[in-house]
């Protein structure tokens, strides 16, 4: 990407020519805590479970070219091939691909020993989009679990999803089983986890942001942080977390 790339403009340029699901607030939210911890030197890989034709992916790219750091991109491909997913990708942002690695195969064939091999080193940013079956996700998860960096965050997709139960049921098992990782922030389809000790930095910067935003998003979020607390951050397993869908 250009040095001279807003996130805007790489959104527009790029994310936005991808095939995939992603909303504008979720996107938004998304770029801005990957440049968060690009400022807080939160130096290690990024991986996403589950690439389609590679949206989601791409904000991971952006942010690993910045730091230099390398993106692996898991997925079966059964519905796109994977060397078309790299050829949408080349044709949009050929700068990207030397970070880039892509992995065919099912995640449920990973053990947590084996996906960290595979990253080389623990991940600072993990998008867990595969399967949305329940027992899937809950192992997708526990393999986030054991392999993101002390400051890293494991980014949910699906979670408020009525099209998606299994991700929920998922989540929420997971969540009940300890406090490895605790809540950040929802968004309309994204659930941002991060370790416990780590939380609420992340909390503090997002919340900064959408005080600071000039977007409809922005607007809405301090509105009803106007009216009541309550309606921007609510109590998830025992931490707090922040609200940000706009719709
Ligand atoms: C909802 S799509 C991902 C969307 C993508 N993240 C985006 O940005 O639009 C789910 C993807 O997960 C893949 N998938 C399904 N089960 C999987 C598994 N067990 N392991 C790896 N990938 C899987 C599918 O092939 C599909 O491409």
């Given at each position: 990407m250009s040095e001279l790339d807003t996130d805007a403009d790489f959104i527009r340029r790029v994310t936005s020519c991808l095939e995939g699901w992603l909303t504008d607030d979720d996107v938004a939210v998304t770029a801005d805590l990957l440049r968060a911890q690009e400022a807080w030197e939160v130096d290690a890989s990024l991986v996403e479970?589950?690439?389609?034709?590679g949206k989601y992916l791409s904000l991971l790219l952006a942010s690993a070219a910045r730091t230099r750091s390398r993106v692996l991109g898991i997925d079966t491909f059964q519905f796109k091939d994977p060397a078309a997913v790299s050829a949408d990708l080349e044709r949009l942002?050929?700068?990207?691909?030397?970070w880039l690695s892509l992995h065919q195969g099912?995640?449920?064939?990973?053990t947590p020993e084996s996906f960290l091999a595979l990253l080389g080193r623990p991940a600072r940013f993990i998008s867990v989009d595969g399967s949305h079956e329940h027992t899937d996700v809950l192992h997708d998860l526990r393999l986030a679990d054991a392999a993101l960096a002390p400051g890293g965050l494991v980014a949910v997709d699906d979670f408020l999803n009525p099209l998606a139960i299994g991700v929920n049921r998922a989540v929420n098992a997971f969540l009940e089983t300890g406090p490895s990782l605790a809540g950040v922030a929802c968004g309309p389809n994204k659930l941002f986890l991060a370790r416990p000790s780590q939380a609420e930095r992340y909390r503090q910067h997002l919340e900064g942001h959408l005080l600071a935003s000039p977007t409809a998003r922005g607007e809405l979020f301090r509105s009803r942080l106007a009216t009541w607390r309550g309606l921007v951050e609510q109590d998830f397993f025992g931490s707090p977390l922040l609200l940000y869908a706009s719709g």
């Open positions: 479970i589950g690439v389609y034709g942002a050929a700068e990207l691909m030397p099912s995640s449920r064939e990973l």
